[in-house]
C-alpha cells in the first residue's frame, strides 16, 4: 500500500471520513494509479453542469475575507448528495448475508465504504471487499475492512469449467462520469476503467452512486470525452484511428504542473477521445458514423477492434443479471440502477 496516501477515516469508532476524496490522492503527479482525480487542463466538465449546486450569489462583500478560508457551499452540497445517494444504495442493496462486494474507484464510493463500515465487525468481518485500483485499495484498509485482489478472489472461488457461474462478486458499488436514460455509463475519468470492467464482469449486481450532476439524457452530455487506455506504443496509432472515427482532438491524457503523460495501475496510457453527444442504444437507426454519430454499443465496439486499445470508458450492453439468465458469456457491465443524490437531500433513483 503507497504510504503516502492520506488516512480516510476520522476515527475507528465513528468510520467518518473527513475528505472523501483524500485517499484517492497522494501518488507522484506522473502516475494515475487510479488516484490521480485531478484531471488535466483539457478535461473539463462544462460550467453550466458544476453550477447547479449554487443556491445563491454572495451579496455582502464584506463577508469575502471570512468566507475565503470556508468550504465552498457548492463543494458541501456535491459532498452531501454523493453522501445521500450512498447510503440510500446500501440500505437498499448491501446484505450481511454477502461473501464479496465490489468497490470502485470514484470518490464518490468513499460514503459507501463509510456506510458498509458503519454495519459493524459482526457484519463486515464475514466479508472481502474487491477494489479496483489502488485508492480503492486503501480506501478498504482504512475503514477497517479486509481486501481482496481480482487475481485472488479468482484463485479463492476455484476453477470449475462446468459451472455456469461466472459472477462470484455478490454486488458492486461504483460512481460514474455520466449515465444516460438506459443506465449506459461514461467511467474511466480516474483512470480506472478496465478495472472497473473487470469487477463489473465478475458482479452479479453494479449499483452506480453519483450526485445529480453526472445524469443526463445521453452521454457526452455534460462529460465530453470518451477514456480509452491504451498501450503506450501503440498511443499516437491509437489517436489517429479515433480521429478517423469522428473524435474531434483526442488527447493524451497528462497529470501534474509539467504534464507528464498519465500512467495507469496497468501501466498504459490514457487518451481522452471528445465525441459528439452519443446517442441512446434504441436510437440505432439514426446512427450516421461516417459523420461522427453513434450509439454506445457501437461506439464501444469499433474503438475496441483498434489495435493497442486495452479497453474503453463506456459501459453499455447488458447487465449482470441479464448476462446469467441468459448463460451467455459476453460481459455484463451496464448497472441494474442508479442513484443519483440532489442538493436538496433527496435522492433519484434510474433503473
Known sequence: MNSSLPRAVTSTSTRRFANPRAVFRGCPASTARCTQLVAAPHIRLSLNRLVTFSTSTRKNKGKEGAMASAPAPTTNLIESAKRAACRQAVADYFSPSFTYVGIGSGSTVAYVVEAIAEQGPSVTSKMKFVPTGSGSTALIRNAGLSVLQVPDLLLEVGFHPESTDHQPIDIYFDGADEVDAELNCIKGGGACHFQEKLVSRLSKRFICVADSRKKAGRLLTGWTYVPVEVSP???????????????????????????????????????????????????????????????????????????????????????????????????????????????????????
Open 233 to 351: 506504443m501503440g498511443a499516437e496509432y491509437v489517436r489517429r484511428e479515433l480521429l478517423r472515427l469522428g473524435s474531434a482532438d483526442p488527447k493524451i491524457r497528462t497529470s501534474g504542473p509539467t504534464f507528464i503523460r498519465t500512467i495507469t495501475d496497468n501501466h498504459n496510457h490514457i487518451i481522452d477521445a471528445p465525441f459528439k453527444t452519443l446517442l441512446l442504444n434504441s436510437e440505432a437507426d439514426k446512427a450516421d458514423p461516417s459523420n461522427g454519430i453513434w450509439t454506445p454499443d457501437a461506439l464501444l465496439a469499433r474503438i475496441k477492434n483498434i489495435f493497442g486499445v486495452l479497453e474503453v470508458g463506456i459501459f453499455s450492453g447488458l447487465n449482470g443479471p441479464q448476462v446469467a439468465q441468459l448463460g451467455t458469456d459476453v460481459e455484463g457491465v451496464k448497472p441494474v440502477k442508479a442513484y443519483f443524490g440532489r442538493p436538496d437531500g433527496q435522492v433519484e433513483t434510474l433503473g
